[in-house]
């Protein structure tokens, strides 16, 4: 004797070795023996032998109907025994009660299963929108095997034209399209990336690049919507002084000038003059909300995204000719160039000139500073006194740097790029930031004296952070630093600058002790600065190896840093080089390169010789 028993959702037919009222011990073909419960017997027979009752069941399932069969069953809970007999008309052999068993089982849309054998017939609206949604489902899988198909044969479809980088980057795994390229990469054995260049759909890799960074960091994208005007500055004292600026000839944000006042007893009063955007920004609202969620002013090669809109930045920038409303620090210096005092004041400065960088740097250079043969120039005086203040400046903080530097500008005019080297330490570098981190870290503790919260910049161990404890700053060699000089770029300064207007007004301060808005902005700041400056860092990179491809740049000197990093001579690039591995550190070498790749943002460097080994070097190349 044999019979039909259901085992974990499938049908099975065995041989019946012994028998009882729960149980029955059951062979199948396979040899395996099992013990099953009664109640999970479906059916009994005697011939023919299972394997030929499960052989000719397959065949016959295979022709019956499911939407006759629900048009038989009528609207009641069967047993499909019952059904069997209805719908052969006879008494049905074992293959055809397993055939109409398992036609059952495999149509859940049309019969709900409702016990062992037993099924009731779906309502006609249930059955109508389970179809509706399997014919959905069959579309789908169709198109999804047509777009994939289209895909493996580096053909872009239409709907990916709009989808690049989002399915990349970011992708809604559920959509079809996405499972579409999963396949279509699986097939061709492509990174999806690499996919969608052969497509086609990456004609510009910088382009890509910039839409990657705003898709994660600009979700909205980087225009500004509809804010209210920036308030007026309130009526301010009028400073007697004439204030001058030094940027690069792109810079729209001028946070920062200067000015000079000789006084009859030989000392000299100093003005570091800070645009003042926190008079025209209150906290909390809508212009606040916006320079909060940016956090930064973000920089790269061609073009930068503003923290703030352009009308604010119009309206409490720097800019020459315009008497603007400033946070000043003075410094009295004596002859001997001795710091004799300091005082802090909001009021308005007349900004007489915005010096570019472009232009002053041909006139006030190492090579120009006091020399009479060179030409008289605007704010020569000044300007050669503040190079020598901020040189004792310099050496007070005990950072006198006289190792040559390069700093490198990178300047883009459509598809080319320049290069430019530009030395580090530079008059007008040396007094810009000298002064600046002098009004910081006097700022800062400033903030500190008055128990005033305040954000910080501290170093110690090599490692720099924020902080709201004012910490010091170990690389400047200073006992605090808060970033204040520039509220137009850096929500940070922003703050600061609330703060230190609270204690030049003799009002509470903006953001009191322990105060949670603070945390959360530094939290949110250094996660952002860091973002913004691995981007910055990442599109210089990519237009240094579009440099070496305009160039036609095919080998170059670099200088071993250790075991196979290797920094360029001409580029500020430092790379991997596999087969430089045994050069001595410090060596010259020279690369060969190849497979500039500017989709990774990658390039290959190959060894080729040792120009120039250090004289205490005892490694050698195998």
Not at 23 to 38: H, L, P
Not at 245 to 268: F, K, N, Q
Not at 405 to 414: E, L, P, Q
Not at 425 to 452: C, Q, R, T, Y
Request: glycine content about 6%; charged content about 25%.
């Amino acid at each position: 004797m044999y019979l039909i028993f259901e085992e974990d959702g499938h049908f099975k037919a065995g041989s019946i070795l012994s028998e009882t009222d729960a149980t029955a011990q059951v062979e199948t073909a396979s040899g395996k023996r099992s013990k099953i419960k009664a109640a999970n017997i479906l059916l009994r027979f005697a011939a023919p032998v299972p394997a030929e009752v499960m052989q000719q069941a397959e065949t016959l399932a295979a022709e019956l109907d499911a939407d006759f069969l629900w048009e038989v069953a009528g609207a009641d809970e069967f047993g499909f025994a019952e059904l069997a007999q209805e719908y052969y008309g006879h008494a049905p052999t074992p293959p055809e009660s397993v055939a109409l068993l398992q036609k059952l089982h495999a149509s859940p849309i049309y019969f709900h299963k409702r016990g062992r054998g037993r099924y009731r017939p779906a309502p006609a609206e249930t059955l109508a929108a389970a179809k509706a949604g399997v014919e959905k489902k069959r579309l789908a899988a169709e198109r999804q095997a047509h777009l994939a198909a289209e895909l493996a044969a580096f053909r872009l479809p239409e709907e990916y034209a709009s989808l690049v980088p989002r399915i990349l980057i970011a992708p809604d795994k559920n959509t079809l399209e996405y499972k579409a390229l999963e396949d279509a990469a699986a097939a061709t054995g492509l990174s999806q990336l690499r996919l969608i260049e052969r497509c086609g759909a990456i004609p510009s890799t910088l382009d890509f690049h910039l839409a990657t960074f705003l898709l994660e960091h600009f979700p909205r994208g980087t225009g500004f919507a509809d804010v209210t005007e920036p308030a007026d500055p309130p009526e301010l004292p009028k400073s007697s002084v004439r204030a001058f600026s030094m940027d690069d000839e792109a810079t729209t944000e001028i946070d920062d000038a200067l000015s000079v006042e000789w006084r009859d007893d030989g000392s000299v009063r100093v003005g570091i003059h800070i645009a003042a955007p926190a008079l025209g920004i209150t906290p909390g609202s809508e212009l606040d909300r916006v320079a909060r969620e940016r956090l930064s002013t973000v920089y790269f090669p061609g073009d930068k995204i503003t923290m703030l809109p352009d009308a604010l930045i119009h309206h409490y920038t720097l800019g020459e000719t315009h008497d603007c409303p400033a946070l000043s620090l003075y410094v009295d210096v004596a002859s001997d160039l001795r710091v004799l005092g300091t005082e802090s004041k909001l009021e308005m400065v007349h900004i007489a000139d915005n010096l570019r960088h472009e232009t002053l740097e041909v006139l006030f250079n190492d090579g120009t500073l006091r020399n009479p043969a060179v030409p008289d120039y605007p704010y020569r005086r000044e300007l050669e006194w503040l190079r020598d203040f901020a040189a004792v400046l310099e050496a007070g903080r005990g950072k006198a740097d006289t190792v040559d530097r390069v700093d490198y500008n990178f300047k883009v005019d459509g598809e080319r790029i320049s290069i430019v080297p530009r030395k580090r330490g530079s008059p007008i570098d040396k007094v810009v930031s000298e002064l600046m981190i002098f009004a910081n870290a006097h700022w800062g503790g400033w903030l500190a004296e008055k128990k005033v919260p305040g954000i910080y910049r501290a170093q110690s161990n090599g490692k720099t952070r924020m902080t709201t404890s004012p910490d010091p700053h170990v690389g400047l060699g200073v006992d605090q630093y808060a970033w204040s000089s520039s509220p137009l770029r850096r929500y940070v300064d922003l703050v600061n600058q609330r703060q230190l207007i609270s204690l030049v007004q003799g009002s509470d301060p903006v953001y009191p002790p322990r105060s949670e808005q603070l945390f959360s902005v530094v939290r949110e700041f250094e996660l952002a600065y860091d973002a913004y400056n691995e981007f910055q860092r990442r599109l210089e990179r990519y237009w240094m190896l579009r440099w070496m491809q305009q160039e036609s740049i095919q080998e170059v000197t670099a200088k071993v840093i250790r075991e196979d990093l290797v920094r360029l001579d001409t580029l500020p690039l430092v790379t991997r080089a596999p087969s430089v591995m045994g050069v001595a550190p410090g060596a010259r070498v020279r690369l060969a390169i190849s497979n500039i790749d500017l989709l990774d943002i990658h390039f290959h460097a190959e060894y080729q010789e040792t120009l120039e080994t250090p004289p205490d070097s005892s490694v050698a190349l195998p």
